[in-house]
């Protein structure tokens, strides 16, 4: 801990607003808002030098946690915007629901004691998603039928336990994951606020009933479909486990000051057994099994985070850029139901490196709503060999790979009750997305979707415990040769 | 049983009577713009108190509605020097006109929030007088509204200009509002797209005097 330095002196106040006069009058005049309007006349922002830092309302994990999340030091002068901001990555804690900031007369004039008062989650935790989609081509999911409606679902319980000064120990059944998963995050790492998180994830994809109904979906006994990127797979085709799945993740972040930071994300999954099978293929016949199946995604990326919360976003920008290298193998026997042989494909391999950038923005509208405008490119190079393609042939092929996608979304709490031990919010989601994708060359795969959109409605309801959404979405897809 | 439940159902409804914040006035003044005085007490409320104490800037937005359409607004922002123990406080109106004042204790901030009065729209043209009644509503946000400037300066503008075009439609000039809109729409959306609402409240108001 610093030693408390006394606080500015006055001709450096007075210097900084003057500086801050001349830096205001130069943004009126450029903007053309001119001093005349309201937003001229206001507090000048208030500066405040922290002497302590207390923190209130912590009983379930360590009070390290909020201090090193918040990367507020004693000994330092920060703007109300810099506590706000602060506030703002405390509340994006999983720990966290909400946070309040006040201040109390220091030892000495002109010195501030902050105190953080929290609110924390429960130690225990649940969380249910369910989403009914209908899609406007026919999908795969699994085996060989296809659907134009689908149901996807995901049901989580775990608990939390304090680890430490700056840790936090989680178990859980069910999730994206896996039936079972554990995990560790680490706050205050480097010395100056990052943090780190390292889970294991198993599931065994116990029986046939388990399987998924949607082309992203975890099924009810752990076997888990996913629709990979066309980078990795440009056929547009789920793979979805019929054995245990194996996935370990670590996410490690680097504070940069303010809101900036860099991230870097690991994950690697290795499954026995399952079926690849072409989402948009009007054949029903045709399949692949797979075995050895392992894939591996890094991303590094600058991020810029001013959200004031990660479940319900009602201001700030997300802002994302970065590098993504994914890898996927696998040992494919393709099948034909219609008659063909089974043939062997082989070891088949797919590697993307690929530059990605997302961006988010969140504005209240009115009392209780709020209006976000969101967007995603992708634009990458990638290698495939051996993949089987719509006719049955192998691709083996470099190609560019590149996706687009923007978002609008509107969202009105219905409910929000934030008092005491009394904590409910119920808010009603809308959002619509369009989005685009290819590859070139096209490898001839005319199936594959180039653009298409989604609209999505439904209810998520949070409380103390954890997070219920249920919602309803059409997908709209264009395949364009 | 059914006693026991109507006595809580009453002693609810009384506390909630109790509780329950008289309205500020609304009054058209000489100039035919709205004014708003004998502001709410809702320095009281448990949130907004906590806040005022905090040493931290409260910013209360006022906004004046009918039928789900903004007419005007204002902002005052209130923080307490906890060294002085003093609360400055900057009101601006809808005309873009502030006042700075500085106020030394509670006491006094309360006596000056229930005197103080400040335009909340600016004069209407002749063809559409005031309504007789309409809503007017308070958020009050903590933090300061300094921070976010950009984004500020980007809606302000936006909406300036989308004010700008509709003035041109606009053949009578005593009519022309392009200006005052985007003054009300400054004073508001500076403010808006700060922190959460603590508090909100929102009355029907009877608008006094007028032509």
Not at chain 1, 174 to 181: C, I, N, R, S
Not at chain 1, 416 to 423: A, P, S, V
């Given at each position: 801990m610093r030693k408390p330095m006394p606080p500015e002196p006055m001709r450096g106040r007075r210097r900084f607003r003057v500086h801050a006069l001349l830096v205001f009058t130069l943004v009126a005049w450029a903007t053309g808002a001119a001093a005349q309007s309201g937003a001229a006349l206001r507090l000048e922002e208030g500066r405040f030098f922290l002497e302590k830092i207390t923190i209130e309302g912590v009983t379930t994990f360590a009070p390290g946690i909020v201090i090193a999340e918040s990367l507020?030091?004693?000994?330092?002068?920060?703007?109300?915007?810099?506590?706000?901001?602060?506030?703002?990555?405390?509340?994006?804690?999983?720990?966290?629901?909400?946070?309040?900031?006040?201040?109390?007369?220091?030892?000495?004039?002109?010195?501030?004691?902050?105190?953080?008062?929290?609110?924390?989650?429960?130690?225990?935790?649940?969380?249910?998603?369910?989403?009914?989609?209908?899609?406007?081509?026919?999908?795969?999911?699994?085996?060989?039928?296809?659907?134009?409606?689908?149901?996807?679902?995901?049901?989580?319980?775990?608990?939390?336990?304090?680890?430490?000064?700056?840790?936090v120990v989680y178990a859980a059944l069910?999730?994206?994951?896996?039936?079972?998963?554990v995990g560790y995050t680490r706050h205050d790492l480097f010395a100056g606020g990052g943090f780190g998180s390292l889970s294991l994830a198993g599931?065994?994809?116990?029986?046939?009933?388990?399987?998924?109904?949607?082309?992203?979906?975890?099924?009810?006994?752990?076997?888990?479909?996913?629709?990979?990127?066309?980078?990795?797979?440009?056929?547009?085709?789920?793979?979805?486990?019929?054995?245990?799945t194996v996935r370990l993740r670590l996410t490690l972040g680097y504070p940069l000051g303010g809101n900036r930071s860099l991230r870097l994300k690991g994950s690697y999954r290795a499954t026995e057994s399952g079926l690849r099978r072409l989402a948009l293929d009007t054949d029903p016949g045709r399949l692949a099994l797979f075995s050895d199946r392992y894939d591996v995604a890094l991303n590094l990326s600058w991020v810029s985070n001013s959200v004031d919360d990660p479940v319900f976003p009602t201001r700030g920008t997300l802002l994302?850029?970065?590098?993504?290298?994914?890898?996927?193998?696998?040992?494919?026997?393709?099948?034909?139901?219609?008659?063909?042989?089974?043939?062997?494909?082989?070891?088949?391999?797919?590697?993307?490196?690929?530059?990605?950038?997302?961006?988010?923005?969140?504005?209240?509208?009115?009392?209780?709503?709020?209006?976000?405008?969101?967007?995603?490119?992708?634009?990458?190079?990638?290698?495939?060999?051996?993949?089987?393609?719509?006719?049955?042939?192998?691709?083996?092929?470099?190609?560019?790979?590149?996706?687009?996608?923007?978002?609008?979304?509107?969202?009105?709490?219905?409910?929000?009750?934030?008092?005491?031990?009394?904590?409910?919010?119920?808010?009603?989601?809308?959002?619509?997305?369009?989005?685009?994708?290819?590859?070139?060359?096209?490898?001839?795969?005319?199936?594959?979707?180039?653009y298409g959109g989604r609209v999505t409605t439904g209810l998520t309801y949070r409380n103390t415990w954890g997070i219920l959404r249920f919602t309803l979405s059409w997908v709209g897809l264009e395949a364009t040769p | 049983m059914k006693g026991v439940v109507l006595i809580a159902l009453t002693l609810a409804s009384v506390c909630s009577a109790a509780r329950a914040v008289p309205p500020p006035k609304?009054?058209?003044?000489?100039?035919?713009?709205?004014?708003?005085?004998?502001?709410?007490?809702?320095?009281?409320?448990?949130?907004?108190?906590?806040?005022?104490?905090?040493?931290?800037?409260?910013?209360?937005?006022?906004?004046?509605?009918?039928?789900?359409?903004?007419?005007?607004?204002?902002?005052?922002?209130?923080?307490?020097?906890?060294?002085?123990?003093?609360?400055?406080?900057?009101?601006?109106?809808?005309?873009?006109?502030?006042?700075?004042?500085?106020?030394?204790?509670?006491?006094a901030l309360a006596t000056w929030w229930s005197g103080v009065e400040f335009v909340v729209a600016e004069q209407r043209p002749r063809s559409t007088p005031w309504p007789r009644e309409l809503v007017l509503a308070v958020e009050v946000v903590p933090f300061s509204v300094s921070e976010q400037d950009d984004a500020q300066r980007w809606f302000v503008r936006s909406f300036g200009e989308s004010a700008a075009r509709t003035d041109r439609q606009v053949t009578d000039p005593a009519e022309r509002r392009g200006d005052s809109l985007e003054k009300v729409l400054g004073v508001l959306m500076a403010t808006s797209i700060q922190g959460s609402a603590l508090y909100s409240a929102r009355w029907v108001v009877t608008v006094a005097g007028g032509r």
């Open positions: 507020l030091e004693t000994g330092r002068v920060y703007t109300e915007g810099e506590l706000r901001d602060a506030a703002h990555r405390i509340k994006r804690l999983p720990l966290v629901l909400d946070v309040e900031f006040s201040l109390k007369k220091g030892s000495e004039r002109d010195l501030y004691e902050l105190v953080i008062r929290v609110r924390e989650t429960r130690r225990w935790f649940w969380g249910f998603d369910l989403n009914l989609a209908g899609w406007s081509e026919p999908v795969s999911v699994s085996g060989v039928e296809t659907t134009n409606f689908t149901e996807s679902s995901l049901a989580l319980v775990g608990r939390r336990f304090a680890a430490g000064r700056y840790g069910g999730g994206a994951d896996g039936t079972m998963q599931s065994d994809c116990a029986s046939d009933n388990g399987q998924p109904s949607s082309p992203s979906d975890v099924g009810d006994a752990g076997c888990q479909t996913e629709l990979v990127g066309l980078g990795l797979d440009p056929t547009y085709s789920n793979w979805s486990t019929t054995a245990g994302e850029a970065g590098l993504d290298v994914q890898t996927l193998e696998a040992d494919l026997f393709q099948y034909d139901l219609s008659g063909s042989p089974l043939a062997v494909a082989g070891a088949s391999r797919s590697h993307q490196l690929a530059a990605l950038a997302t961006a988010s923005w969140h504005w209240p509208v009115g009392e209780q709503g709020s209006f976000s405008l969101g967007g995603e490119a992708l634009i990458g190079r990638s290698r495939i060999r051996n993949l089987p393609g719509y006719d049955l042939e192998l691709l083996d092929a470099d190609v560019t790979v590149w996706s687009a996608s923007a978002t609008a979304g509107y969202g009105l709490f219905l409910k929000q009750l934030r008092t005491g031990e009394r904590w409910r919010e119920l808010r009603w989601e809308n959002s619509a997305q369009l989005f685009a994708g290819g590859i070139a060359p096209s490898l001839g795969q005319d199936q594959v979707p180039h | 609304v009054a058209i003044d000489a100039e035919q713009r709205l004014v708003v005085g004998r502001l709410a007490a809702i320095l009281d409320e448990e949130a907004v108190a906590r806040q005022l104490e905090s040493g931290l800037t409260t910013t209360f937005v006022f906004r004046v509605e009918v039928a789900g359409r903004v007419l005007g607004g204002a902002r005052v922002d209130v923080r307490y020097d906890l060294w002085d123990e003093v609360f400055e406080v900057v009101v601006v109106g809808a005309d873009g006109r502030g006042e700075r004042v500085t106020l030394a204790g509670r006491t």
